[in-house]
């Protein structure tokens, strides 16, 4: 089983989104060989906004992945300072460096994201970086 950290583009692209992108993040959250890992910092991404706009069916989408996550990283001081270390060994923003902590803190074998090939992100060498983005 590979496991996996999802971003929130991945998320937001699954529940929201068309075409190719939507299908790529389909095909991976319903991989039977893989389990997936997440953070505080994913749902605080995704949750909040959905709930304050009243999108019950992307709610209902968001909450029902995050209960099959298998592997959370816990948040904290260790994390925060992965994260520190991370974003500026590799120019990421606070986000990204966080999103690469916690997933290498929960043994994450792979990081999927939405950013292009190009972004900052994929400077992570630790961690496989995989884009399901067309371009």
């Excluded at 009243?54 to 209960?67: H, L, M, N, Q, S």
């Excluded at 916690?102 to 994929?122: D, F, I, K, W, Y």
Aim: with cysteine.
């Amino acid at each position: 089983m590979r496991i996996t950290f999802l971003d929130a583009g991945v998320l937001i692209a699954a529940v929201r989104g068309n075409g190719i992108i939507a299908q790529r993040a389909f095909e991976i959250l319903n991989d039977p060989n893989r389990i997936f890992a997440s953070s505080a910092f994913v749902s605080l991404e995704v949750l909040p906004k959905a709930s304050f706009f009243k999108r019950r069916d992307e709610v209902a989408f968001y909450e029902t992945y995050f209960g099959g996550v298998q592997r959370w990283a816990p948040p904290g001081a260790d994390l925060l300072e992965k994260a520190f270390s991370l974003g500026c060994e590799r120019g990421l923003s606070a986000l990204d460096a966080l999103h690469g902590a916690a997933a290498l803190s929960v043994g994450a074998t792979e990081l999927v994201t939405t950013e292009r090939s190009n972004s900052p992100l994929h400077r992570l060498s630790s961690i496989k970086v995989t884009t399901i983005h067309p371009g």
